[in-house]
């Protein structure tokens, strides 16, 4: 249940906009790169100090600066005042239980998702909060740890290729967010094939560990759904007619965004429903099963109440009963208890009750 929570204690009683380190990140310092780019040329600085961020973008380019790491609170200030970034802004940016959201401030857009990645040791989704800022010139990605899934946009920015180094920030911006959001399907696939086969296996034998694995999925579901269901109203934040820095030129891009946070949308509501139904599969077989094994103690006790009966009968402690002194009567009680058991037996078997 962490996952499904958010946790904002620390932040009781302080004025909105207070920044908070985070501890026990098991960080080090946050690490900050730059790739300014334009039409003919591409330069790119790993491990950039605070001080030379003053100088970015340089004039004719457009500047995207990766922040990785959001746990100190004194560096994501200084941040803020070289951009000028809304302490609000900041706040969210720190807090990673944000759901999805975009909001249009006067200088700057600010976008913050959830960058979805599957671990296929666990067979678990793990989150990460990403948030961007995008001004005329510049944006701004933060993330909380090393790895993301931006690197395809960034051998396109090397080489020179694609829109992205003729278009503004705007579209670097999509761009981003639409490798997320492609990310998502990735995810889905793994997903499906585990459902697929668990369904496969349930069908077969219903196995207790394999209705685990289901519950297990369909958390995973949950969690996914609660990160990717906001998309849709973010999406239509960036097409607003309001967010001046979304041109006309980019809009029918965060179109396409948004039917594809459609058909993710849509593949989870599937996959949920797939999950519902193995469920209910489950269920009725063991019900089946049940039944089967109930119907077949029935039918055995059934044979032998009438074999019960005549051993209670020559049970009985009276000395008048003829048989009781009857040469072969032990033997002859026996048969008719065996015949009368094998009666019953085919009778059960020609019925097909057993």
């Known amino acids: 249940m962490p996952r499904f929570l958010n946790r904002r204690s620390q932040k009781i009683g302080m004025r909105p906009g207070s920044l908070v380190s985070a501890e026990n990140t098991g960080l080090g310092a946050p690490v900050i790169s730059v790739m300014d780019y334009g039409p003919d040329h591409c330069h790119e600085r790993d491990h950039v100090n605070i001080s030379e961020l003053k100088q970015v973008p340089p004039p004719d380019a457009v500047a995207w600066v990766n922040v990785i790491g959001?746990?100190?609170?004194?560096?994501?200030?200084?941040?803020?005042?070289?951009?000028?970034?809304?302490?609000?802004?900041?706040?969210?940016?720190?807090?990673?239980?944000?759901?999805?959201?975009?909001?249009?401030?006067?200088?700057?857009?600010?976008?913050?998702?959830?960058?979805?990645?599957?671990?296929?040791?666990?067979?678990?989704?793990?989150?990460?909060?990403?948030?961007?800022?995008?001004?005329?010139?510049?944006?701004?990605?933060?993330?909380?740890?090393?790895?993301?899934?931006?690197?395809?946009?960034?051998?396109?920015?090397?080489?020179?290729?694609?829109?992205?180094?003729?278009?503004?920030?705007?579209?670097?911006?999509?761009?981003?967010?639409?490798?997320?959001?492609?990310?998502?399907?990735?995810?889905?696939?793994?997903?499906?094939?585990?459902?697929?086969?668990?369904?496969?296996?349930?069908?077969?034998?219903?196995?207790?560990?394999?209705?685990?694995?289901?519950?297990?999925?369909?958390?995973?579901?949950?969690?996914?759904?609660?990160?990717?269901?906001?998309?849709?109203?973010?999406?239509?934040?960036?097409?607003?007619?309001?967010?001046?820095?979304?041109t006309d030129e980019t809009v029918m891009y965060y179109r396409d965004i948004y039917d594809h946070s459609i058909q993710v949308i849509d593949t989870l509501e599937v996959y949920r429903d797939m999950i519902a139904g193995i469920q209910d599969v489950y269920l009725s077989s063991t019900g089946n099963r049940l039944n089967e094994i109930m119907k077949v103690l029935t039918l055995f006790a059934a044979i032998f109440i009438p074999l019960t009966f005549i051993a209670g009968i020559y049970g009985m402690n009276f000395d008048n009963m003829p048989e009781l002194r009857w040469k072969w009567g032990y033997f002859g009680v026996l048969g008719v208890m065996v015949s009368l058991a094998a009666g019953m037996f085919f009778f059960f078997k020609k019925k097909k009750w057993l």
């Open 70 to 246: 959001v746990h100190d609170a004194d560096i994501m200030a200084e941040i803020g005042q070289i951009f000028g970034v809304h302490p609000l802004t900041l706040e969210d940016i720190m807090n990673t239980g944000h759901r999805p959201k975009c909001e249009d401030f006067d200088s700057y857009l600010f976008i913050t998702l959830k960058m979805l990645t599957f671990n296929t040791t666990a067979c678990v989704i793990e989150s990460e909060q990403v948030s961007l800022i995008v001004t005329n010139n510049c944006v701004i990605t933060f993330q909380e740890r090393p790895g993301d899934v931006f690197d395809a946009i960034r051998d396109r920015v090397r080489s020179g290729k694609g829109r992205v180094t003729k278009m503004k920030t705007d579209y670097l911006a999509y761009a981003l967010i639409d490798a997320i959001v492609d990310n998502y399907f990735l995810i889905l696939e793994t997903i499906g094939d585990h459902i697929e086969t668990l369904e496969a296996d349930l069908l077969l034998k219903a196995d207790y560990k394999a209705m685990k694995m289901v519950h297990h999925f369909k958390r995973e579901l949950l969690f996914m759904r609660k990160a990717v269901w906001p998309l849709r109203d973010l999406i239509n934040g960036t097409q607003r007619k309001e967010a001046e820095l979304i």
